[in-house]
């Protein structure tokens, strides 16, 4: 008879997440156990007591979540987690701390839909931020070409370095976004914008998009008003507007619940797995058959 399964969910937060609470258990954990204000330097009993409780044959029974609203501290966190592993004692983590893997993933495969993105070129507005940066990484994966937007060129600039780094023949170009002209030079000649910024902060005017050239999907994953893509609702799921099909961040949110929920139930199917922003959005292309 198996163990029950048990996720440990952790957060750098001064209160764990409840929306991530309630996905896990409608997931199908069997027993949550939540640790908030969790750092690198408090992390590794925690870690310990989830490898050495169980047998190596239940320790796919039991797997770790990494949440909080710091996606950069998450980050540390599943380094340092992975540190305390040795041979078969260790256990499954996934990484979603502020949403960023699921949403990234969603967006891509939004634009998957929508254009052959070995073939096209997207731009990602805000691009520089944890959700942005992601969907770059994602679209060079895929083959896009990639024009990572900021205001400041600077951190455009530092962004498309990371993307190298995990994409060694990724195709990814900064750009500067700090007015409308610098804005319709990023977007010209894309065949897709995913808007990543700030909720409630315009990134892209009508009147900018519609100066532009060859756009062929929109997605915006600010829900907040104003949206950061005038013209895009966020309850679009593939409409067409204008001959653009665009997606709104309510939209995409269906598709990173699902993919959401399957990252955790993969969790339990062996204890060996660190899934973050790759292996998610893996997960979300076989939740859509593609």
Do not use: W
Request: a neutral charge; aromatic letters at 4%; proline letters at 2%.
């Amino acid at each position: 008879m198996s163990k029950p399964k048990i996720l440990m969910q952790l957060d750098g937060d001064a209160h764990a997440s409840v929306f991530d609470a309630v996905v896990a258990i409608d997931a199908g954990v069997d027993h949550l156990l939540q640790y908030h204000g969790v750092g690198v330097d408090n992390v590794r009993e925690l870690v310990h007591g989830a490898m050495f409780t169980r047998g190596p044959q239940d320790l796919q029974q039991t797997a770790i979540f990494i949440g909080g609203s710091n996606v950069a501290a998450g980050e540390r966190l599943l380094k340092e987690i992975t540190r305390c592993f040795f041979a078969s004692l260790r256990v499954s983590v996934l990484l979603d701390a502020n949403g960023a893997n699921t949403t990234a993933a969603a967006a891509v495969l939004a634009a998957r839909q929508c254009v052959d993105l070995s073939r096209s070129q997207v731009t990602v507005l805000a691009g520089t931020g944890p959700v942005g940066q992601r969907a770059a990484r994602l679209l060079a994966g895929e083959g896009a070409t990639v024009r990572i937007a900021s205001r400041s060129l600077g951190k455009a600039r530092e962004a498309c370095d990371a993307v190298r780094l995990a994409v060694a023949s990724g195709r990814v170009e900064p750009v500067q976004t700090a007015d409308a002209a610098e804005t319709l030079a990023a977007i010209d000649g894309s065949q897709a914008v995913i808007a990543a910024g700030a909720a409630g902060v315009e990134l892209l005017s009508d009147a900018t998009r519609r100066g532009s050239n060859g756009l062929q999907a929109l997605i915006d994953l600010n829900a907040v008003p104003p949206v950061g893509i005038t013209g895009v609702d966020p309850l679009d799921k593939g409409k067409n507007r204008d001959g653009v099909l665009c997606y709104g961040a309510i939209g995409i949110g269906g598709t990173k619940m699902k993919i959401h929920r399957a990252a955790i139930r993969k969790l339990f199917e062996s204890n060996d797995q660190v899934l973050d922003a790759e292996q998610v959005y893996a997960l979300g292309r076989d939740i859509l058959g593609s």
